[in-house]
């Protein structure tokens, strides 16, 4: 057996300031890129489209060829991508703050246990009183699972970030061939009907609440848990590999995964997406076994070409006005997050347009959403160095 990789101060930070400046500028631009893709991804649960029965969607929500446009993109070049470049983006940051470990930190692992349940308070109460979906609580608690991880070498978390990616595929293989599977049941049986009329009604502290089980189960019984915890993974591989400085290996790999993104993965996704419109003829265990592929292969292999584009690109986009904008959005990633969707409950649930409104004029409130965070990004930015969540994140955490 190799000997495990020591990641001390000395091995890790061999890197040159222009290095370190560039790692820093790429990773704030994927975060505001990954913010956009979140909400362009929950604002369909925030507006009430996938929590409407399919009537309702047909009567008043996907009504024109603009909205089953912006539906078909959506499904191909956002669900499913953005979480996991989100989940990507916090493996990294565990990378970054192990790799500063000895000289801001004497003792890591109380420090990064006391983060971590902070964030799971964090979560819980942004779960309970904003909005169900929230990922923040999961993200606590599988992060902890890194420091079991940290002096791994490189090759091993590469392998179990894959084989935790495949973990869903080959537990559906096993349903299909011998009928077994976790099928944990503790949420309220419910419907769409139900939710949208708890939703309509006022009732949204009620409904909010049994979504939030509705999504847990979900969760736990679907194995996208095990993909968050691959793709932590996968962010803490790539920080060691220094995926995001400038080297010859980095670009190569860099230009690779963008190839691979759009040569296989998007053809892939191509298919997939179609699933949602033409039956392929397949039966119905079948199907369900060539979607989880189509979808691991092609979830996985763009989410990789978007962390690749912004990595490869990072010195033409620090230059350009879309870039500061993704940079700016990225440096307060954890308050943005939340912001999304305390705005998102303003306009839906506090002005009464919960499934009201149609799917393109949803994605034009999204720009706006956007384009607020951004000013007020900007304007916080000004007097403080991070966001106000970060900032009391922080000093709680010490």
């Known amino acids: 057996m190799q000997q495990a990789v020591n990641l001390d101060a000395k091995s ?91 000289s801001r930190y004497p003792s890591f692992s109380r420090y990064f246990i006391k983060r971590q349940l902070i964030l799971f308070l964090i979560g819980c109460i942004h779960a309970v009183f904003i909005w169900w979906g929230d990922i923040l609580r999961y993200y606590a608690l599988i992060g902890l699972v ?32 011998w009928s077994i599977s976790l099928n944990l049941s503790f949420a309220p049986e419910s419907n769409k009907s139900v939710l949208l ?31 968050i915890m691959g793709m932590f993974i996968m962010g803490y591989y790539f920080g060691q590999i220094r995926f995001f400085t400038e080297s010859t290996r980095s670009s190569l790999l860099q230009k690779r995964l963008m190839i691979f993104a759009v040569l296989v993965a998007l053809p892939l996704g191509l298919i997939k997406t179609g699933a949602s419109y033409y039956d392929y003829g397949f039966s119905k265990m ?34 350009t006005l879309v870039g500061r904008w ?32 149609p799917l393109f004029q949803v994605y034009m409130l999204s720009l706006v959403i956007i384009a607020v965070q951004l000013f007020l990004s900007i304007e916080w930015l000004k007097r403080r160095k991070m966001g106000p969540v970060e900032e009391l994140w922080r000093r709680i955490a010490g």
């Open 12 to 102: 890790i930070n061999i890197t040159t300031k222009k290095e370190k400046k560039q790692r820093i500028q790429s990773v704030d631009m994927l975060r505001g890129f990954a913010l956009i893709g979140i909400l362009f991804a929950n604002i369909l649960w925030y507006s009430g489209y996938l929590d409407s029965p399919v009537s309702v969607r047909g009567d008043l929500l996907n009504t024109s060829i603009f909205d089953e446009a912006v539906l078909f993109l959506t499904r191909l070049l956002v669900h499913g991508k953005f979480y996991f470049i989100y989940s990507f983006l916090f493996g990294l940051g565990f990378y970054i703050l192990y790799s500063r470990a000895n």
């Open 146 to 177: 890194l420091l079991l991880l940290k002096n791994w070498e490189p090759e091993h978390l590469l392998k179990l970030s894959l084989a935790l990616l495949l973990t869903p595929l080959l537990l559906d293989i096993v349903n299909a061939l």
């Open 197 to 227: 009329s708890l939703y309509q009604q006022g009732l949204w502290f009620d409904a909010n609440f049994d979504r939030m089980l509705i999504g847990l189960q979900g969760n736990i019984n679907s194995g996208r848990l095990l993909r």
């Open 286 to 319: 079948n199907a369900t076994l060539v979607k989880e592929f189509l979808y691991v292969i092609s979830v996985t292999g763009m989410s990789l070409g978007y962390i690749a584009l912004i990595a490869y690109s990072g010195n033409y986009l620090q230059q």
């Open 326 to 357: 993704l940079q700016t959005l990225g440096r307060v990633p954890l308050t943005n997050y939340i912001l999304q969707s305390i705005i998102g409950y303003v306009i839906f649930q506090g002005f009464g347009l919960f499934a009201e409104v």
